[in-house]
C-alpha cells in the first residue's frame, strides 16, 4: 500500500493521520487505506427498508442511475450478501470481477456508474452465502477500502432489509454517511417495520434523508386511472408523525417490473414516463445534497 494520498494529505485532524496506541502497524495501515478510498467519495447514502420485498434494490438502482445520468460518478455497494439482485436488476449477471496484489475493480455498467456485489463473485446465481457476522463486516470493508472506486460523488448502500449486523458496519466503517433514505410500502405491516428502521437510524446518529412510500396505487396503461391496491399515504403520515422528510411516491408500474427483469433501470428507459417524472422529484434532495458541501 502506498499511503500516497493520506501522507499528503493536510487534514491534520483527520482520524487516520496517526496510529493510535491500540492498534498494530497492519491495522493503522489497514485504516489509512479505508480512509483514503473513502476520502475520495463527496456523498455516501444507504436505501434501508424495514422489510424484504418492497423495492428497495429497485429504489437504490434507480437513485445510483438517475444520478449518473445527471452526470455524477456514482458507486452502487449491494451489500446485500444473502439476497444480492443488484447484478441482475443491471444485467451484470455474467460479469466478473478482476483483482490484484493492492485492489479490486468494480464491474463499470456505464460511463458515471460503478458496481460491486456478492453476487459478481459467484459462479453461478443460484449459489447461495451461509456467512456470519465477523465475515460480513470483513467482505463489507473489502468493499470498501479494497475496490478501487476512484473519484465519486455518490456512493449508494443497497442494504439488507431490517436492522442487522450490515448497517451498523457500513456507519462503523465510513463514519459520516450523509444519511439513509428509508424505502416502504403503504400497507400498515410494512409502516410499523420502517418506524423501526428510523428509529434505528436514530441510535446510530444515522440522518433519515427521507421516506419513500414504492408501490403507491396502480396507475392503469390503459386508461390511466388509479387503484389504491394497497391503502396510500400511510408513508407520508408516518413521516409526518416521525418527523422525517416525506421524499414521494413511486406507483406500481408494470414498466418497472419488465425493466427489472431486462436488468435495464426504469429512469434510462422510461424517462418520460409519470413513473420516471416521480421518481426525479424523489431524487432532486439527494442531488442537492451537493450544495451543502
Ligand atoms: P427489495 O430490494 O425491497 O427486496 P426489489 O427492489 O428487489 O425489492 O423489488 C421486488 C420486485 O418488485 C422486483 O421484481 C421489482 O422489479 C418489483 N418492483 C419494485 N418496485 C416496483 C413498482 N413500483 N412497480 C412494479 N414493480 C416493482
Same mark, same amino acid.
Given at each position: 500500500m502506498s499511503g500516497s494520498s493520506c501522507s499528503k494529505c493536510e487534514n491534520e485532524s483527520c482520524s487516520a493521520k496517526n496510529k493510535m496506541n491500540n492498534e498494530t502497524a497492519a491495522e493503522f495501515v489497514d485504516r489509512q487505506k479505508l480512509k483514503q478510498s473513502m476520502c475520495k467519495v463527496k456523498h455516501k447514502v444507504l436505501v434501508l427498508s424495514g422489510k424484504g420485498g418492497v423495492g428497495k434494490s429497485t429504489v437504490?438502482?434507480?437513485? !445510483?442511475?438517475?444520478?449518473? $445520468?445527471?452526470?455524477?460518478?456514482?458507486?452502487?455497494?449491494?451489500?446485500?450478501?444473502?439476497?444480492?439482485?443488484?447484478?441482475? $436488476?443491471?444485467? =451484470?449477471?455474467?460479469v466478473k470481477i478482476f483483482s490484484d496484489d493492492q485492489h479490486m475493480y468494480p464491474a463499470v455498467h456505464s460511463e458515471n456508474l460503478k458496481v460491486i456485489s456478492v453476487g459478481l463473485f459467484l459462479e453461478s446465481q443460484d449459489d447461495a452465502l451461509i456467512w456470519r457476522g465477523p465475515r460480513k463486516f470483513g467482505l463489507i470493508k473489502q468493499f470498501l477500502k479494497d475496490v478501487e472506486w476512484g473519484e465519486l460523488d455518490y456512493l449508494i448502500f443497497d442494504l439488507p432489509p431490517?436492522? &442487522?449486523? @450490515?448497517?451498523?458496519?457500513?456507519? +462503523? $466503517?465510513?463514519?459520516?454517511?450523509? &444519511?439513509? /433514505? /428509508?424505502?416502504?410500502?403503504?400497507?400498515? %405491516?410494512? *409502516?410499523?417495520? %420502517?418506524?423501526k428502521s428510523i428509529n434505528f437510524?436514530?441510535? $446510530?446518529?444515522?440522518? /433519515?434523508? &427521507? /421516506?419513500? +412510500?414504492?408501490?403507491?396505487?396502480? *396507475?392503469?396503461p390503459k386508461c390511466g386511472e388509479l387503484t389504491n391496491?394497497?391503502?396510500?399515504?400511510?408513508?407520508?403520515?408516518?413521516?409526518e408523525d416521525m418527523n422525517v422528510t416525506f421524499l414521494?411516491?413511486?406507483? *406500481?408500474?408494470?414498466?418497472? !417490473?419488465?425493466? &427489472?427483469d431486462l436488468g435495464t433501470?426504469?429512469?434510462?428507459?422510461?424517462?418520460?414516463?409519470?413513473?420516471?417524472?416521480?421518481?426525479?422529484? *424523489?431524487? @432532486?434532495?439527494?442531488?442537492? =445534497?451537493?450544495?451543502?458541501?
Open positions: 437504490a438502482v434507480n437513485l !445510483a442511475m438517475s444520478l449518473a $445520468l445527471k452526470g455524477k460518478k456514482v458507486g452502487l455497494v449491494d451489500v446485500d450478501i444473502h439476497g444480492p439482485s443488484i447484478p441482475k $436488476l443491471l444485467n =451484470l449477471e455474467n431490517g436492522t &442487522g449486523d @450490515e448497517p451498523l458496519a457500513i456507519c +462503523e $466503517l465510513i463514519g459520516d454517511p450523509d &444519511g439513509a /433514505v /428509508v424505502v416502504t410500502t403503504p400497507q400498515g %405491516v410494512a *409502516i410499523t417495520d %420502517v418506524r437510524c436514530r441510535k $446510530l446518529n444515522l440522518p /433519515v434523508l &427521507g /421516506v419513500i +412510500e414504492n408501490m403507491s396505487g396502480f *396507475i392503469c391496491i394497497f391503502s396510500k399515504g400511510g408513508a407520508k403520515e408516518m413521516a414521494g411516491n413511486v406507483p *406500481i408500474d408494470a414498466e418497472i !417490473a419488465r425493466n &427489472g433501470p426504469f429512469v434510462c428507459s422510461e424517462s418520460s414516463s409519470a413513473t420516471a417524472a416521480a421518481f426525479n422529484k *424523489i431524487v @432532486e434532495p439527494i442531488l442537492n =445534497l451537493n450544495k451543502r458541501s
